[in-house]
């Protein structure tokens, strides 16, 4: 059942960045807001464990950089309609893990589909098509163009773009003008819209971030994969941001998130997943991750074939 739709706070776009939270806006704090019922609640929280509905199934993935095993994932499910967090100490091999699954990366080993559908190979833009796009650590926006332009030039396959289509005016510019209008409405949603036709580069730190969350959905996607967006961002926006990933998951969308932010993580996800050294070392609610042994030793670098160890996979 979705949770009720947090509308975030009016103002936060016009505020200075480094202002505090007001009363108001912690009270309505989207770490308060979890769905009542979760798809999940019957799930053993154990490494792999199968989804009811899962969107995007990975069999064996591994990318290995010299000798080091980047990603090295047994199996992993993650359901449809919900946030899951990705979570692991520096170097776990999340963001490598979302290069493979994007294809913004090739694997040594493994395949993975998405709804169903092998994505092993298949390019990065294809797979966007698909409906699976991500955003990364650091804003891949455009600085020297507009906001506007950087989101039009996110939406995929513009008839104007190709050489006969090009010649016949009437065939694409009836689509420009749809990408233009589904462009401000983001643009609007994200409150954004007074910064359209102002470069990239005069946005916050934490504008960008939502310049690149609005772009990420001009492709209509069915998932999100958002590569820690809350990274360098003042309190004030983190609240819009956080507001702005629980509405994803409450429009149906599933959203994959990597985050450091235990509060965030433990606030706003229906599921975690852990990863060290490239491996799945845990997964289950929030609740019970935070006590997983396995977790706590990864964060404080105890090594699991270590004698003594107990507890892998155990939440
Ligand atoms: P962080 O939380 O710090 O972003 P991470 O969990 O996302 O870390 P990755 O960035 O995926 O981890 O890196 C996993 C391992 O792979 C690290 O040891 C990293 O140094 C290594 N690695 C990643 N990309 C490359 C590359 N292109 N060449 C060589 N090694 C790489």
Redesign the pocket.
């Given at each position: 059942m979705p949770a009720e739709r947090w509308e975030g706070p009016v103002d936060e776009q016009e505020a200075p960045d480094d202002r505090p939270i007001t009363r108001a806006e912690a009270d309505t704090s989207v770490l308060e807001q979890r769905p009542r019922i979760s798809p999940l609640e019957d799930c053993p929280a154990e490494p792999g464990t199968p989804k009811p509905d899962a969107i995007l199934v990975a069999d064996q993935v591994s990318?290995t950089?010299?000798g080091?095993r980047?990603?090295d994932v047994e199996h992993l499910e993650l359901q449809r309609g919900v946030i899951t967090s990705l979570i692991?100490?520096?170097?776990?091999?999340?963001?490598?893990?979302?290069?493979l699954m994007t294809g913004f990366?090739r694997p040594d080993t493994g395949r993975w589909s998405f709804n169903g559908r092998p994505l092993a190979r298949v390019p990065a833009y294809k797979v966007a098509r698909r409906g699976m796009v991500r955003t990364f650590?650091l804003t891949k926006s455009l600085m020297r163009l507009t906001v506007l332009e950087n989101m039009k030039l996110a939406a995929v396959d513009q008839r104007g773009e190709r050489f006969f289509s090009a010649l016949f005016p009437g065939r694409w510019r009836a689509q420009e003008a749809a990408i233009e209008r589904r462009a401000d409405e983001l643009l609007e949603r994200f409150k954004l819209d007074h910064m359209r036709d102002e470069f990239a580069g005069t946005l916050s730190g934490g504008q960008r971030k939502l310049l690149d969350m609005a772009r990420a959905l001009m492709v209509e996607p069915e998932m999100v994969m958002l590569?820690?967006p809350m990274a360098g961002v003042n309190p004030a926006l983190t609240q819009s941001l956080l507001g702005h990933i629980t509405g994803l998951r409450d429009r149906g969308m599933t959203v994959l998130f990597?985050e450091?932010d235990m509060d965030v993580v433990m606030g706003i996800s229906d599921w975690v997943v852990c990863?060290a050294e490239?491996r799945i070392i845990a997964e289950g609610p929030p609740d019970k991750i935070c006590m997983n042994r396995a977790v706590i030793d990864a964060y404080l670098g105890t090594r699991h074939d270590e004698p003594g160890y107990e507890g892998e996979g155990q939440a």
């Open positions: 990318r950089y010299g080091l980047a990603v692991g100490p520096n170097g776990a091999g999340k963001t490598t893990f979302f290069n990366d650590q590569d820690e990597v450091h990863m490239g």
